[in-house]
């Protein structure tokens, strides 16, 4: 009978989190660190020092535990060059803006949406940018690195085996295409494809604790550390747990920094029609198959909107007053038009603007939660979304938000899950793929409002400022 427990490491943009799970799926503990950027020779980037330190800090606590694997998961917006043993340099945080010269460069020289599934993002959002700058800011040191995702480089920390995976190199990187199941013709061009070798499937054992980490850990050398994978895809893989979802039409929701709607089709859909102009995409899952998507910055959005922690819309004690200002909210007809985060989501140049702004704390939590479903039903829509939508993350608390989403799209079963663990459960699910999740999904009960009308004005003032 098979004993011992698993860690699961989730670093993603605003959050590090490290969780422990035992062999069932019932998780054991949780620890929680935000992140911070660092600017290091004036660029802003990921400060994986600062988070390195603090890992081993918090595996250290399970040094008592019959650890048996390490999963580590990331966002899919950063890559890290290796010089030998080490990290040649802290990367770049994707919000860090490329120098113009430098980006024109790059949209230039990188391949069509049909080949690659990415459209072209802003900042260093593709991280196949980041790699273009880079090479330009340390020419010596990457002419002779190796190249490693986010997620895997957490795998590299803590085994010194370097490897790729494709729902890494797959997350609008430009670096991968998806039909093919290959390196995109850019990554072989530039020569990173072979920087990026070998790529091995998310679930694969990458090695074993590194000598220098069981001693700082307290962890016994023998616990194995597989290669992980994306976020959003660790998600989607809970997700799929479900008999609902399973093999089903459907799209799982992720809520987090970024709303990222991922659709699992009963066929296959011809990617290359999504509107790639809108933030669409085309991810790539643990098993190497094209997932449609389409995504917008929701929870920076909702968090800049409320000028307060993002809980204040999914706090539990909250949603009766939340819920109760809705319809003030309607009837007022206050708005809120998009985008926030300029060149993001499925109004990427539309400008940001409140129509009856209220002053009152709830109506304008409220209404934040109500700009939220109007964008993601527009993101859901562009991927031909049907059937079942579950929303995952910590914004399915949220029941003005999931309730009027439910609202939006009457055709749809809106489902809810654990709101906290479903990336790290996604995680447990490359081990063990029988896991099911614990707990039932719950149908989400539409708000009694009449958000048709809503919607048709919504879309007239955001098309009127087009």
């Given at each position: 009978m098979p004993t011992g427990t698993t860690i699961v490491i989730d670093l993603g943009k605003t959050l590090s989190k490290v969780s422990l799970w035992d062999l069932d799926g019932r998780m054991i503990d949780r620890q929680v660190r935000p992140n911070a950027p660092i600017e290091v020779d004036g660029v802003r980037r990921l400060d994986a020092g600062g988070t390195a330190q603090w890992l081993l800090e918090t595996l250290s606590r399970y040094a008592d535990?019959?650890?048996?694997?390490?999963?580590?998961?990331?966002?899919?917006a950063a890559v890290c060059a290796l010089d030998g043993d080490h990290l040649a340099f802290p990367p770049l945080d994707y919000e860090q803006a490329l120098p113009d010269n430098v980006l024109a460069e790059y949209r230039a020289a990188r391949d069509p949406f049909t080949v690659t599934g990415s459209p072209a993002l802003p900042a260093g959002l593709n991280f196949g940018a980041q790699l273009f700058w880079t090479e330009r800011l340390y020419p010596e040191v990457m002419a002779r690195a190796t190249l490693v995702p986010w997620a895997q480089y957490w795998a590299f920390f803590l085994t010194g085996r370097a490897v790729s995976e494709v729902t890494s190199l797959g997350c609008h990187s430009d670096l991968w295409s998806p039909q093919a199941a290959d390196f995109s013709p850019l990554a072989k061009r530039m020569g990173?494809?072979?920087?990026?070798?070998?790529?091995?499937r998310a679930g694969d054992v990458v090695g074993t604790l590194t000598a220098d980490v069981a001693a700082a850990t307290g962890l016994s050398p023998e616990v194995q550390v597989l290669a992980g994978l994306h976020d959003s895809n660790a998600a989607l893989l809970a997700a799929r747990g479900f008999a609902e979802i399973a093999d089903n039409e459907a799209t799982v929701l992720s809520t987090g920094t970024w709303f990222i709607a991922m659709r699992l089709p009963a066929q296959p859909v011809e990617t290359a029609l999504l509107p790639e102009a809108r933030d669409c995409l085309v991810n790539v899952d643990a098993f190497g198959r094209p997932v449609p998507s389409a995504r917008f910055m929701?929870?920076?959005?909702?968090?800049?909107?409320?000028?307060?922690?993002?809980?204040?819309?999914?706090?539990?004690?909250?949603?009766?007053?939340?819920l109760a200002a809705v319809p003030e909210v309607l009837k007022q007809g206050r708005m809120i038009l998009p985008t926030l985060c300029g060149g993001c989501g499925p109004y990427p140049a539309s400008t940001f603007a409140w129509i009856n702004r209220p002053d009152d704390w709830y109506e304008r939590r409220a209404l934040a939660c109500l700009y939220a479903a109007l964008v993601a039903d527009t993101a859901l829509d562009l991927i031909g979304s049907s059937e079942r939508i579950l929303v995952e993350g910590r914004f399915a608390e949220a029941e003005v938000f999931v309730r009027a989403l439910a609202a939006l799209r009457p055709d749809c079963e809106v489902f809810?899950?654990?709101a906290h663990n479903d990336v790290s459960f996604g995680a447990l699910r490359l081990i063990d793929p029988a896991l099911k999740p614990q707990g039932e999904l719950v149908r989400v009960q539409p708000l009694d409002a009449d958000l048709d009308t809503y919607r048709s004005h919504w879309k007239a003032e955001v098309e009127a400022l087009a």
């Open positions: 535990h019959p650890i048996r694997t390490i999963v580590p998961v990331g966002h899919g990173w494809a072979e920087k990026l070798l070998p790529v091995v929701g929870g920076r959005e909702i968090e800049t909107l409320i000028e307060i922690d993002t809980r204040r819309v999914d706090i539990k004690p909250d949603q009766p007053a939340l809810t899950a654990n």
